[in-house]
């Protein structure tokens, strides 16, 4: 074969990877739930690490959403901490998910570019809620990358002002495997996301 037609292959089957978006066919408009809880032998091996459960629901369920994004809520459980942080946002897939405007790479831990780029909605500052969320390509986990802090609600009461949950080095990057739906069924119930 030709380099010239090795190289036209490879940039076909480039193009074919980069319009891949995991969000709509991973993640049907019912919604999906992903978990993590950390046991002990983790958390004495990562001090640093404060969060020691996350859970993640992914769902399309107003009507002004657009088709391939998913509405985005997460709970966060910390050490010392009663009440859990809640994040509410939306999620879109972007080839792009992890640069700013400028090029730059927003998550240094995360390597890729494509993912789901989720946004914090009711934000304390404007970069207190850029984030990527990247699908395994069979949609059996996520793993979620957070930067320095991330704006949310101590608890359910999302009528009070929102604050930032700033996170340890340690509490940036959680895989989380897709567990049962019902698993998040009283999270979307508890908090609403427009």
């Known amino acids: 074969m030709s ?5 036209c292959l490879f940039l076909a089957l480039t193009s074919a990877a980069a319009a891949k978006n995991l969000l709509i066919e991973k993640i049907p408009p019912s919604g999906a739930c992903f978990f993590r809880r ?42 010392g901490h009663a009440k859990p942080f809640y994040v509410v946002g939306g999620c879109a897939w ?7 405007v400028h090029g730059v790479r ?18 304390v500052a404007e970069d207190d809620g850029d984030f990527p ?22 608890g359910p009461d999302q009528k009070k002002k929102p ?19 019902a698993a998040c069924v009283e999270l979307n119930q508890t908090i609403a996301i427009d």
């Open 163 to 181: 604050t930032t949950l700033e996170l340890a080095r340690q509490s940036r990057v959680f895989r989380l495997e897709r567990v049962d739906p």
């Open 3 to 7: 380099r010239s037609i090795c190289a």
């Open 133 to 154: 969320i990247d699908l395994a390509d069979d949609g059996a986990s996520v793993t979620l990358y957070m930067d320095e802090g991330v704006s949310g609600w101590r």
């Open 106 to 123: 927003l998550i240094q831990s995360f390597r890729k570019d494509a993912a789901a780029r989720c946004m914090a909605r009711g934000g």
């Open 38 to 79: 950390y046991d002990e032998a983790h958390l004495r091996e990562h001090p640093g690490q404060t969060v020691v459960s996350v859970r993640i629901s992914l769902r399309r369920e107003l009507s002004v959403t657009p088709e391939d994004a998913r509405e985005l809520r997460i709970e966060f459980r910390q050490k």
């Open 94 to 100: 972007s080839d792009e998910a992890n640069r700013d």
